[in-house]
């Protein structure tokens, strides 16, 4: 069975398996009563020059296969601002009708997707008085695509704030109380499944979470219950926020996913924060969040990706690969709460967990759970499983649980708290007092209770600790390689999304917990949701100085000037952090970036094999590959990173070519470095670019040569071009990770 807390670390820390979003509907009338109906994404490409014209035209189409049905009936949902194409509920035989009509691209079975759920910000360097341009940054428009938002919260008060800029197409239909104002411009929801949540207003926290740590105000005192206390606020707190609402207590389904891009591109918005995935990467072009990211960068629309929190155990990797997005991971900052467990023989266990409670110096008898259970069998009620739990036996009193996600079975029971075996040194928000311990601690504490008569134990209240080591990357999120493209390196940077303090929605349990009755405005939440509104964040900062940039740029831009991680605190290395961790003050002043166009990421997908008819699932568009591209290696790509797939054990030679453009200085010079590893030899030619202007070009090819790697293993090494002021990083990796295709 389940644990709750894992439960938890599901829906809070927003790991999420993904599910086919389909419950059988009944067909309504007499010619579809005997079939089964799903919904479906019948995508048609691009967006056409009507809006009127492409609605008539899927109605038409629409009413040729369901013959005489209601389309009102059947239609969900039409794309037709940004893309083109609609959703609907149909039976197998009139998908393959369709799928064969003229103007059709692909048609796309609905799926679930799910979210992936204050100092943060002074860590990386990124204090309150950094150099900003306050004029310009309320210009900036960040859309976010999640679980709604609650705007009333002081993070989105409008004070000071004069009307949305004028490129703004977008509207406000939030539904009823729901009401946008100058930071909050734009509120959308979205529900293939009419239900009694026909609002943008945020029920579970996570929109609201992910929004104000992007945009929010600067708002001063706040905390978890006098926990993480400080100021919140977002990157850009200047910038304007438009929500669009995919997500309700199921999931969020990809029909609705696709119309958020669909109407987010078409309202002018400059960056995109999706804190959502599926449970493992999929191919192009059956992941809506690729498709709609596609047609994003093509308006000069960055964005933005949690990469997934499937964690360094998970088998299934990073889930966010597309190229021209940002898959952005998870890791520590320099504050960690620690919960201690004081027992009653003086002995002090560290913790994790998010306690505001205290037992006021009262030690508490200690049970295990295969002693508050008599229905159970043994493994059963040492996991604390529904229904094992006897509230006679634990009612004030502390349990001790080996599953990491009983805290609301134990609290329904009325123990006063609860000590569980949990190895993810990450602590979260329960309904009682429940750290967690790993498996040496929660030993050490088994055998104090087998030994001791009268065991008894003191949870006291969390405390903020200082973490030199940090940043680290956090446990849960998900590692690379990228197993749809091997030769791009997944996933790009790492951000802060440890115990993360940000608003949050005033009717939602901070714990997740229905049993808990608890409600605030500021909690505390992990995951890479978390981490993604950071960079989010900072992208849109440094759109603020270059308004210009593309979305290639201002990518390019984050990668290369992100900090150096620690190898040894990081041993999965650039599979875990990409380029690095975020740097948001050097971000603004990169020397050089690599940009890459629409035509660069078709001639990638032409190089991985796709076919004309895949690349046009993406793009929408007939996009024929250039000749003899399928010999050009993906790893050519002009990315920021560099990483290529090599043979195992055997020898290799592999080269990369790069081109970098000039947005330094005019005049300068920058010479190469590459740091030591005794394993690769790395040649670089030329090993000088000279730059006489702004905006200037210069190519130059990598070669790596090594051979002797074990299956599924990696080594690397760094490319720096420097020219004394400006310092551009990019990790080369190789590695013996086979592709999906391969495996």
Same mark, same amino acid.
């Given at each position: ?26 067909? &309504?009338?007499?010619?579809?009563? %005997? ?15 009507? *809006? ?40 197998? *035989?009139?998908? *393959? ?39 310009? *940054? ?28 004028? !490129? ?15 930071? +909050? ?34 708002? @001063? ?21 438009? %929500? ?28 995109? =924060? ?24 093509? !308006? ?6 949690? &990469? ?21 991971? &998870? ?8 919960? @201690? ?52 036996? +634990?009612?004030?009193?502390?349990? $001790? ?37 790993? %498996? ?8 104090? @209770?087998?030994?001791? /008569? ?11 600790? !200082? ?61 890479? =949701? ?9 992208? %849109? ?55 890459? =166009? ?25 996009? &024929? ?53 005794? @394993?690769?030899? +790395? ?35 760094? $490319? ?20 999906? /295709?391969?495996?």
């Amino acid at each position: 069975m389940a644990s709750y807390r894992f439960q938890l670390f599901l829906n809070i820390s927003f790991f999420l398996i993904l599910a086919i979003g389909q419950s059988s509907i009944a067909a &309504a009338n007499d010619d579809r009563k %005997a079939s089964v109906v799903f919904a479906y994404i019948v995508y048609m490409g691009s967006a056409p020059e009507g *809006e009127y014209l492409a609605t008539s035209r899927q109605r038409t189409m629409l009413q040729k296969v369901i013959r005489g049905s209601s389309v009102e009936e059947s239609m969900i949902r039409s794309y037709r601002r940004s893309l083109n194409g609609f959703a609907a509920k149909l039976t197998e *035989e009139e998908v *393959e009708e369709l799928a064969n009509m003229k103007g059709v691209v692909s048609i796309i079975p609905n799926r679930i997707y799910h979210p992936r759920t204050t100092r943060s910000w002074d860590f990386m360097g990124f204090s309150n008085t950094v150099r900003r341009n306050p004029t310009v *940054e309320s210009n900036v428009i960040i859309g976010v695509i999640d679980s709604g938002i609650w705007p009333e919260l002081p993070s989105f008060s409008d004070k000071g704030f004069g009307p949305p800029p004028k !490129k703004w197409k977008g509207v406000c239909r939030g539904g009823k109380n729901f009401t946008c104002n100058n930071k +909050v411009i734009g509120a959308r929801f979205y529900k293939s499944v009419p239900s009694g949540d026909e609002s943008a207003r945020d029920n579970s926290g996570h929109g609201t979470h992910t929004a104000s740590t992007a945009a929010g105000n600067v708002v @001063k005192d706040v905390s978890f219950f006098g926990l993480a206390q400080g100021t919140a606020r977002g990157g850009v707190p200047s910038a304007r926020i438009a %929500a669009y609402k995919v997500c309700h207590k199921k999931g969020c389904e990809s029909v609705d996913i696709l119309a958020a891009f669909d109407d987010a591109i078409a309202d002018g918005v400059d960056i995109l =924060s999706v804190s959502l995935g599926s449970a493992e990467s999929t191919e192009f072009f059956d992941d809506v969040i690729a498709i709609g990211s596609f047609h994003a960068m093509e !308006k000069g629309i960055l964005t933005l990706n949690s &990469a997934g929190n499937n964690g360094v155990a998970g088998p299934l990797g990073v889930e966010s690969v597309a190229p021209w997005m940002v898959a952005v991971a &998870a890791s520590t900052t320099d504050r960690r709460l620690s919960t @201690k467990v004081v027992l009653g023989n003086g002995k002090t266990l560290n913790g994790f967990s998010v306690n505001p409670d205290t037992f006021n110096g009262k030690k508490l008898p200690l049970l295990y759970g295969r002693e508050v259970s008599s229905i159970c069998s043994e493994d059963d009620a040492r996991l604390c499983s529904e229904s094992c739990v006897d509230s006679k036996l +634990v009612k004030g009193k502390i349990v $001790l649980c080996d599953n990491s996600g009983s805290d609301s079975v134990v609290y329904s029971a009325g123990a006063a708290g609860s000590i569980v075996l949990d190895d993810l040194p990450v602590s979260f928000i329960t309904p009682l007092p429940s750290p967690g311990l790993n %498996a040496r601690d929660y030993d050490l504490l088994l055998s104090y @209770k087998n030994s001791t /008569k009268n065991p008894v134990a003191e949870i006291l209240r969390s405390e903020s600790i !200082k973490e030199s080591y940090s940043p680290v990357v956090a446990q849960f999120s998900s590692l690379g390689p990228n197993f749809i493209a091997p030769d791009i390196l997944k996933p790009d940077i790492t951000a802060p999304g440890a115990e993360i303090l940000a608003a949050y929605s005033p009717i939602s349990s901070p714990s997740g917990s229905p049993v808990d009755k608890r409600r605030v405005k500021y909690s505390i939440l992990s995951g890479t =949701s978390m981490s993604c509104p950071h960079v989010a964040g900072i992208a %849109a900062y440094v759109k603020t100085f270059h308004p210009d940039w593309s979305p290639s740029a201002i990518k390019s831009a984050l990668m290369t000037t992100a900090w150096a991680m620690d190898r040894t605190k990081n041993p999965d290395g650039e599979i875990s952090y990409g380029s690095g961790h975020v740097n948001p003050v050097r971000a603004i002043v990169p020397g050089l970036v690599y940009e890459t =166009s629409k035509e660069d990421y078709i001639k990638l997908m032409c190089s991985l094999g796709y076919t004309q008819d895949n690349i046009k699932q993406i793009s929408g568009e007939i996009s &024929a590959c250039p000749v003899k591209s399928k010999n050009v290696p993906a790893r050519d790509m002009n990315y920021p990173s560099l990483a290529a797939s090599v043979p195992t054990v055997k020898s290799f030679t592999v080269s990369f070519r790069r081109t970098v453009k000039n947005v330094g200085l005019p005049n300068s010079i920058y010479r190469v470095q590459i740091s030591p590893n005794p @394993k690769l030899k +790395v040649e670089v030619v030329p090993k000088v670019l000279t730059f006489k202007a702004l905006k200037e070009t210069k190519t130059f090819t990598v070669t790596v040569s090594g051979g002797g790697l074990s299956a599924k293993s990696m080594e690397s090494t760094t $490319l720096v071009w420097s020219d004394g002021t400006h310092i551009v990083r990019s990790p080369i990796v190789v590695h013996t990770y086979p592709s999906i /295709k391969s495996s």
